[in-house]
T-cell receptor, first 117, second 113 residues
Framework: DVKVTQSSRYLVKRTGEKVFLECVQD?????MFWYRQDPGLGLRLIYF???????EKGDIPEGYSVSREKKERFSLILESASTNQTSMYLCASSLFALADTNTGELFFGEGSRLTVL | QQQVKQSPQSLIVQKGGISIINCAYE??????FPWYQQFPGKGPALLIA?????SEKKEGRFTISFNKSAKQFSLHIMDSQPGDSATYFC????????????FGKGTKLSVIP
């Protein structure tokens, strides 16, 4: 079974702190994603990466950056945390998308709930 | 721009009843429509999915109905059980030139005994 592991399930940080959220997948997937989940807003894509050292902005990249130095690891960075970044953060991975041969199924981690005070 | 509209936002169904969640999409390039199920404290997981060349797909108590001309699809949960209580997300995916799913905003389903 694919496993996506998010190292921190719960974090409490102060405004202005730098925050690192780590994600590791064990199935050699090409694609990795960071989503933010808020009630009533669903799943919003922050950033994704389709290869090592490659990254693409999603729908809400402002205030975030990412790092992918190794294929299995994708980090989300909040350079200066703010209270409006209090949220559930979900990491996901998927196989490289080949038309007609891959469904793009996402495998999610269990999430990191971040509270910024 | 919301490309997948999902309704209702929340749904309460009695045990044994039918739960119905509806989604409408705008992007005609979508060629794969999955539903994800998320239990409290867990990440979403793929539940069932359909391609637009079929009008219905059934897996156990879960059925997707797809209407390509109307650009709508829905999830039906027959004989709903308390264990089905979860948040459900519909999504659209275009395999050509894209690596990402476009999700609806989710429906929180509560099945009461």
């Amino acid at each position: 079974d694919v496993k996506v592991t998010q190292s921190s399930r719960y974090l409490v940080k102060r405004t202005g702190e730098k925050v690192f959220l780590e994600c590791v997948q064990d199935m050699d997937h090409e694609n990795m994603f960071w989503y933010r989940q808020d009630p009533g807003l669903g799943l919003r894509l922050i950033y994704f990466s389709y290869d090592v050292k490659m990254k693409e902005k999603g729908d809400i990249p402002e205030g975030y950056s990412v790092s992918r130095e190794k294929k299995e690891r994708f980090s989300l960075i909040l350079e200066s945390a703010s209270t409006n970044q209090t949220s559930m953060y979900l990491c996901a991975s998927s196989l490289f998308a080949l038309a007609d041969t891959n469904t793009g199924e996402l495998f999610f981690g269990e999430g990191s709930r971040l509270t910024v005070l | 721009q919301q490309q997948v509209k999902q309704s209702p936002q929340s749904l309460i169904v009695q045990k044994g009843g039918i739960s119905i969640i509806n989604c409408a999409y705008e992007n005609t390039a979508f060629d794969y429509f999955p539903w994800y199920q998320q239990f409290p404290g867990k990440g979403p997981a793929l539940l069932i999915a359909i391609r637009p060349d079929v009008s219905e797909k059934k897996e156990g108590r879960f059925t997707i109905s797809f209407n390509k001309s109307a650009k709508q699809f829905s999830l039906h949960i027959m004989d709903s059980q308390p264990g089905d209580s979860a948040t459900y997300f519909c999504a659209g995916y275009s395999g050509a030139g894209s690596y990402q799913l476009t999700f609806g905003k989710g429906t929180k389903l509560s099945v009461i005994p």
